[in-house]
């Protein structure tokens, strides 16, 4: 069973924005709504990194935790997605997310705040797949075309990589192995906790450490 | 002309009295903790996949690959 999961190699971003720019594109996102976003750490010195940050699907997420109307759900490839139309802007997610992902439409005066919008792995979301309503809610459905996020399957030098936890941890591996540095993996430990059986701060680029934990069972329902 | 005027009350009576029966709850039933949104499919339900978990599998696998430079470019 897939697990669906995003790296980004901190090595290899270079601040392109073409991941952002992809996902802008593809689910038409309004303006003022940023589903993905590159940070960029110690900028201008030696040594700076940049990141491309989304929502990353946690195995545990704080938001479906935090939703006061219990809008959120969990794939069965452990995508976690939420229904928009019980959605109440609260913003409470926001607040929860480690990563910043839940966005806000301010759409009216006095700084009104819509429904929360935010990277779906491209899967949509509650509505018939490949729908006109699915895609006016949620953004397009890649997944059910068994295709990847746009935001990795276009990035120019690979950094942002997205698909089953196992099979990008095995490709940040091999990549690791054959550069033989920069085996730390953003954003993973807070996102996916420790892998079965793995060591603490343990990374799955880094030597020695065991492979991602295997998917939690996820039917479609709150965890 | 005083019948009709009763058969008048009496059916705007019963009208009035029933008025909320075809009314539709607009709240939902709150369970705290449960998912109270809409059911989603798996991705792999329909076309192309049609349900072929397997086929769909296949596919998402194909395109990871295609991310591992190491395989699409030899050394």
Sequence with gaps: ?223 | MRSFTFAALGIAAIALLVAGCGERPQVINYKQGTYQGKPDTPAYSNAPFNGNRQQWDNAIDTRAQAQNEYVRIRD
């Excluded at chain 1, 971003?13 to 073409?18: G, P, V």
């Excluded at chain 1, 959605?87 to 429904?115: M, S």
């Excluded at chain 1, 990795?152 to 030098?157: D, L, N, P, R």
């Design chain 1, 1 to 223: 069973m897939a697990r669906m999961k995003f790296l980004c190699d901190a090595e290899r971003c270079i601040e392109c924005n073409s991941c952002v720019t992809a996902c802008k594109q593809e689910h038409e996102i309004p303006w003022g709504v940023n589903r993905r976003r590159v940070v960029t750490i110690n900028d201008g010195v030696p040594g700076e990194r940049s990141i491309s940050v989304a929502c990353m699907h946690c195995s545990d997420a704080p938001c479906m935790a935090v939703c006061p109307v219990d809008c959120f759900y969990k794939s069965e490839d452990g995508v976690v997605l939420h229904d928009k139309d019980l959605c109440i802007g609260c913003g409470y997610c926001f607040y929860a997310c480690p990563f910043g992902a839940p966005q806000f439409p301010q759409t009216g005066a006095f700084g009104v705040r819509g429904k929360m919008d935010k990277c779906t792995f491209c899967a949509g979301g509650p509505e018939p797949d490949r729908s006109a309503a699915e895609f006016q809610k949620y953004g397009r459905n890649r997944l059910a075309e068994g295709k990847l996020p746009a935001c990795a399957e276009m990035c120019s030098t690979k950094a942002l990589l997205g698909g089953d936890g196992d099979m990008i941890a095995n490709i940040y591996r091999d990549r690791v192995t054959h550069r033989g540095k920069g085996g730390e993996v953003w954003g993973w430990a807070t996102a996916y906790k420790l892998p079965a059986g793995g060591t603490p701060g343990a990374q799955p680029g880094a030597p020695g450490a065991a492979p991602p934990a295997a998917p939690p069972p996820a039917g479609g329902t709150k965890s």
